[in-house]
T-cell receptor, first 117, second 114 residues
Framework: GAVVSQHPSWVICKSGTSVKIECRSL??????MFWYRQFPKQSLMLMAT?????????EQGVEKDKFLINHASLTLSTLTVTSAHPEDSSFYIC?????????????FGPGTRLTVT | AQTVTQSQPEMSVQEAETVTLSCTYDTSESDYYLFWYKQPPSRQMILVIR??????QNATENRFSVNFQKAAKSFSLKISDSQLGDAAMYFCASCTGTASKLTFGTGTRLQVTL
C-alpha cells in the first residue's frame, strides 16, 4: 500500500513551452501533497505544499506563476512548469501525505526528470 | 525554521561492517520528527527509519538504528552488517508536528566495498 506515481518519468521539451507533471496517490487519499526539486548531486528542496481544494503554498523564492500547482482531487496533484527554460531542467519529486493519519507519514513518487533544450 | 546538517559528503564501508552517518538538526519546536531516507540510483526516496522526538528510546529497524541525542540535537544512523544494496545517498530530514514539511540535509553518499 501507499504507492505514489508520477507521470511522465522523464520529459524533454523546448524552451518556452509548458510541461505538466502528474502526481497520483494510487491506493490512498492524500489531502496534502508536496513538490520538491532536486538538482544533480544535491538535496531535495521543497517547492510548494499542495492542498486539495485550495491554493498551494509556495516556499520563499519559488515563482508561483512559473510553477503552477493544482490539487483538484484527493488523489491527484499536478505541477505545470510554464515557459520552461534550460535552468528549469531538474528532477522533480512529489510526495503525498496520507489523509487522517499522523503528520509524518509521507510517501514519495519516483520522480520526473525534466530536460529543457 | 528548521535546519538539518550532514557533515559527511561521502562515507565508505566494507561489506558486513558497521558504519555511522552523522546528522545534526536545529528546531525551536518541541514536537518534531526525524527521519533517515535512502535514495538509490533509481532516485526513489525510501524511508529507512524515523524517530519521534518525544520518545527517548532509539528507533531500530532490522540492521538500521539511530542514536538520538535530543539535548545535543544529534541524530546519527548506524548501519550494521552493511550490504552492497545499502550503497546510496542517505538524507537526514526533520519535520514539525504541525507543518509536516520535510527539511532535508545535504546528504551523505555511502559506498559499500567488497
Amino acid at each position: 500500500g501507499a504507492v505514489v506515481s508520477q507521470h511522465p518519468s522523464w520529459v524533454i521539451c523546448k524552451s518556452g513551452t509548458s510541461v505538466k507533471i502528474e502526481c497520483r496517490s494510487l491506493d490512498f487519499q492524500a489531502t496534502t501533497m508536496f513538490w520538491y526539486r532536486q538538482f544533480p548531486k544535491q538535496s531535495l528542496m521543497l517547492m510548494a505544499t499542495s492542498n486539495e481544494g485550495s491554493k498551494a503554498t509556495y516556499e520563499q523564492g519559488v515563482e508561483k506563476d512559473k510553477f503552477l500547482i493544482n490539487h483538484a482531487s484527493l488523489t491527484l496533484s499536478t505541477l505545470t512548469v510554464t515557459s520552461a527554460h534550460p535552468e528549469d531542467s531538474s528532477f522533480y519529486i512529489c510526495s503525498a501525505r496520507v489523509s487522517d493519519r499522523v503528520v509524518y507519514e509521507q510517501y514519495f513518487g519516483p520522480g520526473t526528470r525534466l530536460t529543457v533544450t | 525554521a528548521q535546519t538539518v546538517t550532514q557533515s559527511q559528503p561521502e562515507m565508505s564501508v566494507q561489506e558486513a561492517e558497521t558504519v555511522t552517518l552523522s546528522c545534526t538538526y536545529d528546531t525551536s519546536e518541541s514536537d518534531y520528527y526525524l527521519f533517515w531516507y535512502k535514495q538509490p540510483p533509481s532516485r526513489q526516496m525510501i524511508l529507512v527509519i524515523r524517530q519521534e522526538a518525544y520518545k527517548q528510546q532509539n528507533a531500530t529497524e532490522n540492521r538500521f538504528s539511530v542514536n538520538f541525542q535530543k539535548a545535543a540535537k544529534s541524530f546519527s544512523l548506524k548501519i550494521s552488517d552493511s550490504q552492497l544494496g545499502d550503497a546510496a545517498m542517505y538524507f537526514c530530514a526533520s519535520c514539525t508536528g504541525t507543518a509536516s514539511k520535510l527539511t532535508f540535509g545535504t546528504g551523505t553518499r555511502l559506498q559499500v566495498t567488497l
